[in-house]
């Protein structure tokens, strides 16, 4: 038990440490969506719809959380009801984040993204039940995370210095792009851990599985924090 726990800390820090000195960009809209969205002058739902759809579908931040919060759901009202909650999160600070101008460091928010993986993988281990004996309202924390990655959403927009003539339109449009990608996404996830659950494997590889979110988790967190330090970014 020792040597795992002697592991698990050494690769901890081996990839926070790779996390600090490999800054990643974060996954933004670049190359042609943004000079597509840049040179947008007027509602244009269909492609703010399209964008929203693939910036959720490539979010591997996102998807890794959601991941995590459906790892042991097997029922599709629970599994519904967590990802509304999600939704609602998004939806209201990517909305508010645009509308509002709310300014925030996205190396900063993503930083808190990756974090909710952790926090999320910790979870599944029963890490805060046996930590501090007490098991968090996963409804609330799902929650709040979700407003938290909207603000994620929110900065990827806000540096396109997006153009205000049909600006609500094409937000909506985009936010629920992105709810139509998280479904794409989530299903095919889900799918793929329905048939990992009917195999005996999935009971023995579970906790590894978790632990290796968890790891993923730090690794984002990391490379967002360096982010923020080396470059300088300031909200």
């Known amino acids: 038990m020792k040597s795992v726990v002697r592991v698990t800390a050494a ?3 081996v990839l926070f440490v790779q996390g600090l000195f490999s800054v ?10 943004a000079a597509f969205v840049a040179a947008t002058d007027g509602p244009d739902p269909l492609p703010f719809l399209y964008l929203g759809a693939k910036h ?21 009202k629970q599994i519904a009801l967590y990802v509304t909650l999600f939704s609602i999160g998004h939806s209201i600070t990517l909305l508010a984040g645009v ?14 993204i990756g974090l909710s993986v952790v926090w999320k993988a910790f979870d599944n281990l ?7 004996g007490v098991q968090p309202d996963n409804r609330a924390i799902v929650a709040g995370f979700g407003l938290i990655h909207g603000f994620g959403l929110a900065t990827k ?46 009971s023995r590889t579970a906790n590894a599985a978790n632990v290796i979110l968890m790891l993923a988790g730090f690794v984002l967190a990391g490379q967002q924090l360096a982010g923020f330090f080396l470059a300088g970014d300031v909200p």
């Open 157 to 202: 927009l806000q540096a396109l210095n997006l153009n205000p003539n049909g600006l609500i339109a094409n937000l909506v449009s985009f936010n629920i792009g992105v709810e139509l990608g998280q479904i794409l996404a989530l299903s095919v996830i889900l799918l793929a851990m329905t048939f990992w659950r009917r195999t005996a494997s999935f």
């Open 24 to 33: 990643a960009a974060a996954h933004g809209i670049g190359g042609s969506d």
């Open 11 to 13: 690769a901890l820090a």
């Open 56 to 76: 959720m579908v490539t979010g591997y931040d996102h998807l890794l959380f959601l991941t995590g919060v459906i790892f042991f759901l097997y029922r599709l």
């Open 99 to 112: 509308l509002m101008d709310l300014q925030v460091s996205a190396f900063l928010v993503d930083a808190v």
């Open 126 to 132: 029963g890490g805060f039940k046996t930590l501090i």
